[in-house]
């Protein structure tokens, strides 16, 4: 394959695309839920009312997209929230449940992301204490959490229900309460219904998994809307909803890892290309091939019978594990 990234203008249209972000019915609903709150909390905030504020929970199986989302979310809000640095105001702080997520170590997580390094050992009781001081001295609206499932993870019912009081206790602080943004995979479910009062607390969204049977137009669609976007053109062989469902398969039916497939096949185009390239199902083939190193006959692309290939597996060869 002849690489072509010594030219800037190819190297401007993959960048382009990469960066380019196609809303989806989950994420629509992620953005009007979180205009809701960030416009009802700056009204309280003008009015001097301190209320108790409800949060937003996203689910979705690996590669649905979520993580993509919260980052849209992030980019199209960086105008409406400000964020100072770790010594200033800011309105959105945002961490990664840590493993194992003790209640003393998500605290500590939560207190690193509000900017406030911990130098000694404190309990968990004390260390969520200086996180709520924390939020109120920076004027922090909303806290995300990422891998939020993990919030149940090893964890006893009583150690569950400590978890999910200390997130009511974060919306419903009577000095500085915090909306919460919570994301993770659908075990998270389970954490947000073992609690009432929480479940009632949050605008629950998930993202659907691609139909196998009524999917092929959006995919064929967003397909178009990417070489559209990068000015490429789309041969036959990729405009069928046999190949729709053949990049559904690959992508094992999750939009966030469909919409991956579509810009790497395109940034393999044009770099083998430049701007004169013209997308087509070898190059979806050897994206799948970069991603597993499965051999053509278990390459959804290429194989006859692709519905029994496990897109997930890596090295597939066919073989049983010795």
């Known amino acids: 394959m002849k ?15 990469r960066a380019a972000y196609v809303p989806t019915m989950a994420y629509d609903r992620l953005d009007e ?6 416009e009802q909390r700056r009204a309280d905030l003008d009015e001097g009312i301190v209320s108790d504020l409800r949060g937003i929970v996203l689910v979705g199986r690996s590669g649905a997209g979520k993580t993509t ?4 979310l992030r980019r199209r809000y960086q105008n409406r929230l400000v964020c100072d640095g770790p010594d200033g105001i800011n309105e959105m702080v945002g961490l990664k449940v840590p493993s ?6 998500v605290a500590t997580a939560a207190l690193h992301a509000a900017g406030y390094p911990l130098v000694r050992d404190r309990s968990a009781a004390v260390i969520w204490g200086l996180v709520k001081q924390q939020f109120k001295l920076r004027k922090t609206l909303f806290m995300h959490m990422d891998e939020a499932q993990d919030l149940a993870q090893h964890q006893t019912d009583k150690e569950r229900q400590a978890i999910v009081n200390t997130l009511k206790s974060l ?15 659908p075990g998270l479910k389970s954490i947000i219904n073992q609690d009432a009062q929480l479940a009632r607390r949050m605008y629950p969204i998930e993202i659907e998994r691609l139909s196998q049977f009524a999917g092929q137009d959006q995919v064929l669609g967003l397909v178009a809307r990417y070489c559209d976007r990068a000015k490429v053109q789309c041969d036959d062989d ?4 046999e190949f729709a469902s053949r990049l559904m398969h690959a992508a094992d039916y999750e939009f966030g ?10 940034t393999r185009a044009l770099r083998s290309d430049g701007l004169e390239a013209s997308l087509c199902k070898r190059h979806f083939s050897e994206v799948y091939f970069m991603r597993t190193a499965a051999m053509p006959g278990l390459n959804p692309f290429l194989a006859e019978d692709f519905t029994r290939i496990n897109p997930r597996q890596c090295f597939d060869d066919g073989g049983d594990d010795a």
């Open 171 to 185: 919306m419903e602080n009577s000095q500085w309460p915090v909306g919460l943004l919570l994301t993770g995979m």
């Open 257 to 266: 890892l469909l919409a991956q497939f579509i810009v790497e096949a395109l």
């Open 100 to 105: 194992p997520a003790t209640m003393k170590f």
């Open 33 to 38: 839920y979180f205009d809701q709150l960030l």
């Open 69 to 72: 989302a919260i980052q849209e």
């Open 3 to 17: 690489v072509n990234n010594s030219n800037p203008e190819v190297r401007q249209v993959i960048q382009d695309i």
């Open 238 to 241: 990729v405009r069928t909803t």
